[in-house]
């Protein structure tokens, strides 16, 4: 059930424009916790890491409790369908949308704690706040802020000839009006 959800999940990833991001997802043995305003790309950058690892021949899990199947299940039925798909080794766990998850940090710690997971959350609430997160995860997390896209990150082209200018001058004007690239414009960045 898991191999398959994370799959429908990557395969969103072929229907939409990628952008390369700067900001990169923390590493390390504590909990990463990915903070950012709505629609900054914290899913899509959680995905992109799954489908590295997978790549790479690693176990990895995406779970959105956005799902209502996936948000009925405990901490330990969660590991157990892990382990069913994946019986052995470390296992990746990017979970999304942990908001949606009644006592999520209680049974995240729990994750944690048995060692078997290495553990990325995200999602879109104020309870996952940076300012939020010391008390829910106790001391047991890394945080990284996801930003808006940057200008630099929309306009990423190259700059000496005067269509490729007239090009970033139109995304720098999308950009200082609307705060991102606009759905109609054809700019390959």
């Known amino acids: 059930m898991l191999k398959e959800i994370t799959e429908e ?6 229907r939409i424009s990628i ?9 390390g043995p504590d909990i990463k916790a990915i903070i950012g ?5 914290k ?7 799954v489908g590295e690892l997978l790549e790479k021949g690693e176990n990895a899990v995406y779970v959105s409790f956005d799902e209502p199947e996936i948000r009925k299940l405990n901490h330990r039925e969660l ?10 080794g470390n296992v990746y766990l990017f979970l999304d949308e942990v908001q949606e998850w009644e006592e999520w940090d209680a049974r995240i710690r729990w994750l944690h704690e048995v060692g078997d997971f290495d553990i990325y959350i995200s999602g879109s609430s104020s309870t996952l706040l940076s300012s939020k997160i010391p008390s829910r995860l106790r001391g047991r997390y890394i945080s990284r802020v996801i930003l808006p ?6 306009s990423s082209q190259d700059t000496r000839t005067f269509r490729n200018r007239g090009k970033i001058r139109k995304v720098l004007d999308d950009y200082l009006r609307w705060g991102r690239l606009s759905r109609s414009l054809d700019v390959q960045v």
Not at 79 to 88: C, D, G, K, L, T
């Open 43 to 49: 899913t899509v950058l959680m995905l992109q890491r």
């Open 19 to 27: 952008i390369e991001r700067e900001a990169k997802l923390p590493s």
């Open 9 to 14: 999940y990557l395969g969103a990833l072929n």
């Open 79 to 88: 590991a157990e369908e892990v382990r069913r798909e994946f019986p052995s």
């Open 37 to 41: 305003v709505r629609r900054v790309g």
């Open 149 to 154: 896209f940057s200008f630099r990150e929309v």
